[in-house]
């Protein structure tokens, strides 16, 4: 008699960034601290750019996430913006929290200009409009810690990080935004990101019918 294998639920990781110079208050801090998913864990990431490379590793270790979405502030978001591709460059005059800036020149040498999300953008983006949350597709994730992580993973720059989804979310403040908006709509995230990797696992294409609004970098 043939056997039943039942499939695996995903592990998921969902990261956030604390307050940063000009962001005295960071909501995806908040995301992350109060995120209570069977299946998900979360962990804040430094706004310290020596420190992304080694914390994203000992994620990777610990959790070996089959799925990776990064969330970070944009105080100019009005929804969920899904990031489409990470730049391998940063700005050279946005200090982080330990008061360096990132430089010039690339993120990692001899490695592409850009890197696209592996996450189902699409379907995210049609099923948390019709939850009732704004959000659009976006092509340009900043050049500050946000696409410099998202690069890093993205990028495979990380080689324990082996997740088959990666990629990033913008969020706006709690003034555009309301908690309770914020959470379950990252819950409609989730859902979409672990049913999508159960049926398939592969990237799925953006939709050209959402939006691809050009965010001030200053903001990432």
Same mark, same amino acid.
């Given at each position: 008699?043939?056997?039943?294998?039942?499939?695996?639920?995903?592990k998921?990781?969902?990261?956030? @960034?604390?307050?940063?110079?000009?962001?005295?208050?960071?909501?995806?801090?908040?995301?992350?601290?109060?995120?209570n998913?069977?299946?998900?864990?979360?962990?804040?990431?430094?706004?310290?750019?020596?420190?992304?490379?080694?914390?994203?590793?000992?994620?990777?270790?610990?959790?070996d996430?089959?799925?990776?979405?990064?969330?970070?502030l944009?105080?100019?978001?009005?929804? @969920?913006?899904?990031?489409?591709?990470?730049?391998?460059?940063?700005?050279a005059?946005?200090?982080?929290?330990?008061g360096?800036s990132?430089?010039?020149?690339?993120?990692?040498?001899?490695?592409?200009?850009?890197?696209?999300?592996?996450?189902?953008?699409?379907?995210?983006?049609?099923?948390?409009?019709?939850?009732?949350?704004?959000?659009?597709?976006?092509?340009?994730?900043?050049?500050?810690?946000?696409?410099?992580?998202?690069y890093?993973?993205?990028?495979?720059l990380?080689?324990?990080?082996?997740?088959?989804?990666?990629?990033?979310?913008?969020?706006?403040?709690?003034?555009?935004?309301?908690?309770?908006?914020?959470?379950?709509?990252?819950?409609?995230?989730?859902?979409v990101c672990?049913d999508?990797?159960?049926?398939?696992?592969?990237?799925?294409?953006?939709?050209?019918?959402?939006?691809s609004?050009?965010?001030?970098?200053?903001?990432?």
């Open positions: 008699m043939a056997t039943m294998t039942l499939a695996r639920r995903p998921v990781l969902i990261t956030g @960034f604390p307050a940063f110079p000009g962001a005295p208050v960071n909501t995806t801090e908040w995301l992350v601290s109060t995120l998913h069977e299946d998900v864990e979360t962990a804040v990431i430094p706004c310290v750019y020596a420190e992304v490379g080694s914390v994203l590793e000992g994620l990777g270790r610990k959790f996430p089959d799925i990776v979405i990064h969330f970070g944009s105080r100019q978001a009005e929804g @969920f913006v899904l990031e489409a591709r990470a730049r391998n460059a940063c700005r005059d946005l200090l982080d929290n330990s360096l990132f430089g010039t020149g690339p993120i990692s040498a001899f490695s592409p200009e850009f890197v696209p999300a592996s996450l189902p953008n699409a379907e995210i983006c049609l099923q948390l409009k019709k939850a009732g949350y704004p959000a659009d597709i976006s092509d340009d994730a900043g050049g500050y810690l946000c696409n410099f992580a998202f890093h993973s993205a990028g495979r990380i080689p324990v990080l082996r997740s088959k989804m990666i990629g990033f979310v913008h969020v706006p403040p709690f003034t555009r935004m309301p908690k309770i908006d914020l959470l379950n709509g990252t819950g409609v995230i989730i859902k672990c999508v990797w159960g049926e398939t696992g592969l990237q799925q294409p953006c939709d050209p019918s959402c939006e609004p050009h965010l001030d970098p200053l903001l990432r």
